[in-house]
């Protein structure tokens, strides 16, 4: 059995991201929403500015926090090794929106979603860069988080702390 829930049983594992007014809810946000930091430099994929960590729900943040260290750790502590996988250019994180050409919400609005690298693993890219990173795919299987590279429609850029 998987730690973590299937996508139709999110609500009720994380909790409703939902507001009143159909946007976030902010209460959610504050009871939920952390900021965690990796162990190596981070910068934002569209614009290259640093990131001081990235957004994640807490019930996820130590399983991520596990896979940012055995990347480090498999990386061998360089932040050479870590940009040429591309995993400095953070993506995304928690972000209350739809998924793309939905009406339901993305994984990211509840926290459980993180993209790297989005140029090298672009939404619908048969062959995303990561395929050929064995130490980062390995690092999230490790903690049962799903890689959105084995979709039908490939998302290598995106893993999430929720079953398909």
């Given amino acids: 059995m998987s730690m973590w829930p299937h996508q139709s049983e999110v609500d009720q594992f994380y ?14 946000e504050s009871a939920n929403i952390i900021r965690l ?8 994929a569209w614009d290259f500015k640093p990131v001081n960590g990235i957004l994640v729900h807490k019930k996820c943040s130590d399983s991520l ?16 090794k870590i940009n040429e996988w ?11 929106r ?14 459980c979603a993180v993209d790297f690298d989005s140029a090298r693993n672009s939404f619908g890219d ?7 990173i064995p130490a980062v795919l390995e ?3 490790s903690q049962e ?20």
């Fill in 37 to 44: 930091k990796a162990p190596w430099q981070m910068v934002t």
């Fill in 98 to 111: 739809l998924m793309r050409g939905s009406t339901r919400l993305s994984m990211h609005s509840w926290g």
């Fill in 126 to 132: 048969p062959h995303p860069n990561f395929q050929h």
């Fill in 15 to 28: 909790g409703d991201p939902r507001g009143d007014d159909g946007g976030p809810s902010k209460a959610w």
């Fill in 145 to 164: 988080w799903t890689w959105g590279g084995n979709w039908g429609k490939p998302d290598g850029m995106h893993w999430q702390a929720a079953n398909v």
């Fill in 86 to 96: 591309g995993m400095q250019l953070y993506a995304g994180g928690y972000n209350f």
């Fill in 139 to 141: 690092a999230f299987k």
């Fill in 65 to 80: 926090s596990k896979v940012f260290d055995q990347i480090w750790q498999s990386a061998g502590q360089s932040q050479q």
